[in-house]
């Protein structure tokens, strides 16, 4: 059984266009499915937790990233599978799942909060914040991300962290479980669904100029080789602000002093095959372009 978890609003409003197709090639194949439409931020745990002990349903995030990070908590060490369509504005996960071979993946968590992606802290949680106010159906995802990126460039100041009882001034902190964000930076190039470890990208202390330097290497996905890069592997992480500062959690923000990362392995099914056959079904009809 399929079960589609359909934001409408997703993409500039594709997730209803979306929607339709899907139904019509459900019933033209005979496929019992159920299609759902959330319309606040607890809609896609409720739905997916009333599925997820069915070994034998594939639960569709019909969305972007922040309605995928919604499904993840519904699921999460749960029998079904996990699908995704991606009709969202950055739709960031897809481009490392859709390439993936196996049948289960880790998940990161933070505090009580799963994350499939990526969470982060510093200059690009304040981007993303930034670029949540923005959003109103009307700019495309590349003008709000350049309109956040300008507007945080000069009022950004470093945050003084400590990051497993070592202080730090840092630029970007980034826990990665798969490689991209910010709708298509490859931040971390050699993540892995399966290995049972974090990618961790922290930044040092930056001034402006070396700001932009480091966003020409990361938007050729050469950052990990700058001197200002400190790149390792783990499967947990601590992090302690004396304030409060926001986390960006797969494209979802949330505050807090005080920020345990952990790694779930295989914490989750994934129907790669099927995800992918839908997505190209929607780029054959037009719904979204083949990104």
């Known amino acids: 059984m399929?079960?589609?978890?359909?934001?409408?609003?997703?993409?500039?409003?594709?997730?209803?266009?979306?929607?339709?197709?899907?139904?019509?090639?459900?019933?033209?194949?005979?496929?019992?499915?159920?299609?759902?439409?959330?319309?606040?931020?607890?809609?896609?745990?409720?739905i997916a937790n009333a599925f997820k002990n069915d070994k034998n349903?594939?639960?569709?995030?019909?969305g972007g990233?922040?309605?995928?990070?919604?499904?993840?908590?519904?699921?999460?060490?749960?029998?079904?599978?996990?699908?995704?369509?991606?009709?969202?504005?950055?739709?960031?996960?897809?481009?490392?799942?859709?390439?993936?071979?196996?049948?289960?993946?880790?998940?990161g968590k933070v505090n009580d909060r799963y994350f499939i992606n990526v969470a982060s802290l510093g200059l690009d949680a304040e981007i993303a914040n930034y670029a949540n106010k923005l959003k109103n159906g009307k700019l495309s995802n590349e003008t709000i991300y350049i309109l956040s990126l300008i507007h945080e460039y000069f009022r950004f100041k470093p945050i003084d962290i400590d990051i497993d009882g070592i202080d730090k001034d840092s630029t970007i902190l980034t826990v990665c479980n798969a490689k991209y964000y910010g709708g298509g930076f490859k931040i971390a190039p050699h993540a892995k669904l399966n290995d049972g470890m974090f990618d961790i990208i922290d930044v040092k202390s930056l001034n402006?100029?070396?700001?932009?330097?480091?966003?020409?290497?990361?938007?050729?996905?050469?950052?990990?080789?700058?001197?200002?890069?400190?790149?390792?592997?783990?499967?947990?992480?601590?992090?302690?602000?004396?304030?409060?500062?926001?986390?960006?959690?797969?494209?979802?923000?949330?505050?807090?002093?005080?920020?345990?990362f952990s790694i779930e392995k295989e914490a989750l099914n994934v129907d790669v095959e099927n995800s992918n056959y839908f997505r190209n079904l929607l780029v054959l009809n037009k719904v979204i372009k083949n990104r």
């Open 2 to 46: 399929f079960i589609f978890i359909v934001n409408p609003i997703s993409g500039n409003n594709l997730g209803n266009p979306a929607s339709l197709v899907i139904r019509d090639y459900c019933q033209y194949k005979n496929i019992n499915y159920k299609i759902f439409y959330t319309e606040d931020k607890i809609d896609a745990i409720r």
């Open 57 to 62: 349903v594939t639960i569709f995030s019909v």
């Open 65 to 107: 990233d922040g309605t995928l990070n919604e499904v993840v908590n519904g699921l999460a060490n749960s029998k079904a599978k996990l699908g995704l369509i991606p009709v969202g504005s950055g739709n960031d996960f897809y481009r490392t799942f859709k390439d993936f071979k196996g049948d289960k993946i880790d998940l």
């Open 208 to 260: 402006k100029l070396k700001i932009i330097n480091l966003v020409m290497k990361l938007i050729k996905a050469k950052h990990l080789s700058s001197k200002v890069v400190n790149f390792y592997q783990t499967d947990k992480l601590s992090v302690e602000s004396i304030i409060p500062l926001n986390c960006n959690i797969d494209g979802e923000i949330i505050k807090n002093t005080d920020f345990n």
